[in-house]
Nanobody
Framework: QVQLVESGGGLVQAGGSLRLACAAS????????MGWFRQAPGKERDIVSA????????YYADSVKGRFTISRDNAKNTVYLQMGSLKPEDTAVYYC???????????????????WGQGTQVTVSS
């Protein structure tokens, strides 16, 4: 089992920044690829960004490329999502997730993720 706890969400004006953090506990964090997803009301849960267990490979959805940065600190069992130039359409509940992979690549499909956090609300006002 892996337990994931997100933090850092909140209310921010358009153009502002937030940094989300996801603290993991349980099994060896460095064995898991990690991802951030988001879900707006009435919409599906979509991937935002993902990072391989070694941290050397990343993935970004087109909608956030150039604005968001994912990183991880395996010594602290934590993955981060630095969000900049925020837009009202970024408003959603953001979820952290862990994916057990045999190779050091990001997981980009929701079905590849084994464990989920409870989510943190991000609201961007116009």
């Amino acid at each position: 089992q892996v337990q994931l706890v997100e933090s850092g969400g909140g209310l921010v004006q358009a153009g502002g920044s937030l940094r989300l953090a996801c603290a993991a506990s349980g099994r060896t964090f460095s064995n898991y690829a990690m991802g951030w997803f988001r879900q707006a009301p009435g919409k599906e849960r979509d991937i935002v960004s993902a990072i391989s267990w070694g941290g050397g490979r990343t993935y970004y959805a087109d909608s956030v490329k150039g604005r968001f940065t994912i990183s991880r600190d395996n010594a602290k069992n934590t993955v981060y999502l630095q969000m900049g130039s925020l837009k009202p359409e970024d408003t959603a509940v953001y979820y952290c997730a862990a994916s057990q992979r045999r190779i050091d690549v990001p997981s980009t499909l929701l079905a590849q993720y084994n464990y989920w956090g409870q989510g943190t609300q991000v609201t961007v006002s116009s």
